[in-house]
């Protein structure tokens, strides 16, 4: 059960990132994705490299 309420966390925390993102708060969406990346590799979870690209394309917006 504890996996699913960390998975499910990266979920909202993702959707969230989303939001921000779409708001214009892209060092919100950074920051969110970032703990989306680090809990993906602590679970191993599927959607790591595609959450990776999406908080490399992010950070590519902000001229990091």
Do not use: W
Request: glycine share 8%.
């Amino acid at each position: 059960e504890q996996l699913g309420d960390i998975v499910g966390l990266s979920f909202t925390l993702y959707n969230l990132s989303t939001l921000e993102e779409a708001e214009g708060n892209l060092e919100a969406a950074i920051v969110l994705m970032e703990r989306v990346v680090a809990i993906d590799q602590q679970v191993g979870h599927p959607d790591l490299e595609s959450d990776r690209r999406r908080l490399a394309m992010l950070q590519k917006l902000v001229g990091r």
